[in-house]
């Protein structure tokens, strides 16, 4: 196929040139730099495909666009959904695929690594020692071993990261719909969404961005969360209400924030915007708290994610073009 890939950084070329070759998938990859939007859509003119990330905006008009231009396929090289307007879609007759599963180990893990770093001050104390201060007021943590950790949504990477707070000697509080049996196994407790919010110690959000997970965290939840809750969110921005959380930190009411993302990131994430001005004040305002870790989305980002990521996405192209193998297509009975 004649794939128009956005939002092309030089790891995505690496690893998806790779897997075209190592693959055999022979497709013809026009990488561009831009991100998707409505007005960006006009370079896939000539494609079949797109191949697309997080921060591409795949909303009715852009969709329309590409399918003027004779796209049929949009291939996201992610498991989150979020940017595509299912519905338009499937109207347009437009297929959508994506990575449903590619290293939960690589989200999971970097939630544990923002819980580590906030717990521990390891942020702070890097800074200490390189100005020679090895005073450590201010730098008290606490054990993870015993804590209650609510963890919402307990798919593939919900469930990983129980695995390991189990393994550090937490108690495991769950939310979902779907219920899993491999956290009942761990001695996991599946709860109301009061109810977790009352008694975690650390809330951990692993839930898709839907109509109805949309600011789940806002004022009303924080408010019946433990005093010092730790938060952290991997999943999408928009999960969490962000102005909420600041009125949560400043009460004291979080007592730390671990964010991989980030409600208005689409302007921010993935770009170096080191000597320019930032105009968002909410996200500035986040950066001013010693107790919040924020990072650019990079919880996916490992060598295996990349790999993965890169040959579901050439191999959903290549299956759909011989009819034959998996396809992840995706459509609006996804939207629940
Ligand atoms: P998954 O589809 O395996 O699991 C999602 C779980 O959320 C399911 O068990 C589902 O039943 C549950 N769920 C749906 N609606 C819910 C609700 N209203 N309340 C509670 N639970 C609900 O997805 P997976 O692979 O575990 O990924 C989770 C999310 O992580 C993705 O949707 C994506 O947004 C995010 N993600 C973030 C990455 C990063 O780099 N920061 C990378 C990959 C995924």
């Given amino acids: 196929m004649r794939v128009a890939v956005f939002a092309t950084k030089p790891y995505d070329e690496r690893y998806l040139t790779a897997a075209n070759e190592r693959g055999e998938h022979g497709h013809d990859l026009t990488f561009f730099e831009t991100r998707l939007t409505s007005a960006t859509a006009p370079l896939a003119d000539g494609h079949d495909a797109v191949c697309a990330f997080v921060n591409d905006d795949l909303g009715a008009t852009t969709l329309q666009h590409l399918h003027h231009l004779g796209v049929s396929t949009v291939a996201l090289r992610a498991s989150g959904f979020n940017n595509t307007d299912l519905l338009t879609a499937d109207r347009l007759g437009l297929t959508v ?68 707070m189990h393994g550090l000697g937490c108690h495991i509080l769950a939310y979902d719909p779907y219920p899993s049996d491999e956290i009942t196994a761990l001695g ?112 996916f980002f490992t060598d295996e994610a990349m790999a993965h990521i890169a040959e579901t996405t050439l191999s959903n192209l290549s299956n759909l073009e011989t009819g034959e193998g998996e396809v992840h297509t995706i459509g609006p009975e996804m939207l629940g």
């Avoid at 890097?126 to 993870?144: P, Y």
């Avoid at 949560?248 to 730390?256: D, F, Q, R, T, Y």
């Fill in 97 to 164: 695929c994506r990575v449903p599963a590619y290293s939960p180990y690589a989200v999971a893990e970097h939630t544990l690594s923002l819980l580590l770093a906030l717990n521990r001050k390891i942020h702070r104390a890097w800074n200490r020692v390189r100005e020679h201060n090895f005073a450590l007021n201010g730098l008290l943590g606490f054990d993870i071993n015993d804590k209650t950790v609510g963890i919402i949504g307990t798919g593939q990477i919900g469930r990983v990261f129980a695995r390991i």
């Fill in 188 to 299: 996991g407790e599946y709860v109301g969404l009061s109810d977790l919010f009352r008694r975690s110690d650390i809330i951990s959000l692993h839930t898709p961005l839907t109509p109805e997970t949309y600011h789940l965290i806002n004022g009303l939840a924080i408010a019946q969360m433990k005093d010092g809750v730790v938060l952290l969110n991997t999943s999408r921005g928009a999960l969490v209400e962000t102005v909420s959380a600041i009125e949560g930190l400043k009460s004291g009411k979080i007592g730390a924030l671990g964010l991989d993302v980030y409600e208005e990131e689409g302007d921010l994430f993935f770009e170096d915007l080191s000597d320019q001005v930032l105009r968002d004040d909410v996200f500035s305002r986040l950066l001013t708290f010693p107790n919040v870790v924020v990072t650019g989305h990079q919880a």
